[in-house]
């Protein structure tokens, strides 16, 4: 069974430094073709997509916010982590992460999310 | 950059057919996956590949792809089916696009 569960701070200050990582389990993403990639949801609006890192840790970002992320990953722990640099309140959203893979190349396995808002 | 447009609302009656629509340049070369999410629950992949349908997903739910435009069809829409849905792709650089969702009302 393919599971992934989000974890991290559910309040940071503006201008922090968010860290989130993302823990799965039943498969690796050193299987060739696997990925896992964060999106994000505001209260009430669209998700939007972050960031993606595959089995060959090559790195996809969101044009509009690829100076502000990093995403990497653990192998032997099974985790992805995302930071995100300076943060904002209109950076107030549920993360979520997800797998994708070569059968589907779609988001297949999403993770419960996890909510994080910024205030000070 | 690279955006996918889609209906803010689409209504329909029990039994009838939900169509969804979702636009974007890049269409035509790649593909378009189909996300609903309910209320407090994360996204299920229900179309992948424009018009495939993952093992679980009811019969009623297909999709199609014509130019620049995809849609996702509800066939025999149930009350259950009320939610918001979300287009997906991404363009030749491996960018992934969310649209904007559309929410399904069943009347």
């Known amino acids: 069974q393919v599971t992934l569960r989000e974890s991290g701070p559910a309040l940071v200050k503006p201008t922090q430094t968010l860290t989130l990582t993302c823990t799965f389990s039943g498969f690796s993403l050193s299987t060739s073709g696997m990925c896992v990639s964060w999106i994000r949801q505001p209260p009430g609006k669209a998700l939007e997509w972050l960031a993606l890192i595959d089995w060959d840790d090559d790195k996809y970002y969101s044009t509009s916010l690829k100076t502000r992320l990093t995403i990497s990953k653990d192998t032997s722990k099974n985790q992805v982590v995302l930071t995100m640099t300076n943060m904002d309140p209109v950076d107030t959203a549920t993360y979520y992460c997800?797998?994708?893979?070569?059968?589907?190349?779609?988001?297949?396995?999403w993770g419960q999310g996890t909510m994080v808002t910024v205030s000070s | 950059s690279y955006e996918l447009t889609q209906p803010p609302s689409v209504s329909v009656s029990p039994g009838q057919t939900a169509r969804i629509t979702c636009s974007g340049d890049?269409?035509?070369?790649?593909?378009a996956y189909w996300y609903q999410q309910k209320p407090g629950q994360a996204p299920v992949l229900v179309i992948y590949k424009d018009s495939e349908r993952p093992s679980g997903i009811p019969e009623r739910f297909s999709g199609s792809s014509s130019g620049t435009t995809v849609t996702l069809t509800i066939s025999g829409v149930q009350a259950e089916d009320e939610a918001d849905y979300y287009c997906?792709?991404?363009?030749?650089?491996?960018?992934?696009?969310f649209g904007g969702g559309t929410k399904l009302t069943v009347l």
């Open positions: 890049a269409l035509p070369k790649q593909y």
């Open positions: 997800a797998r994708k893979e070569t059968y589907y190349d779609a988001f297949d396995i």
């Open positions: 997906q792709s991404a363009d030749s650089s491996g960018i992934v696009v």
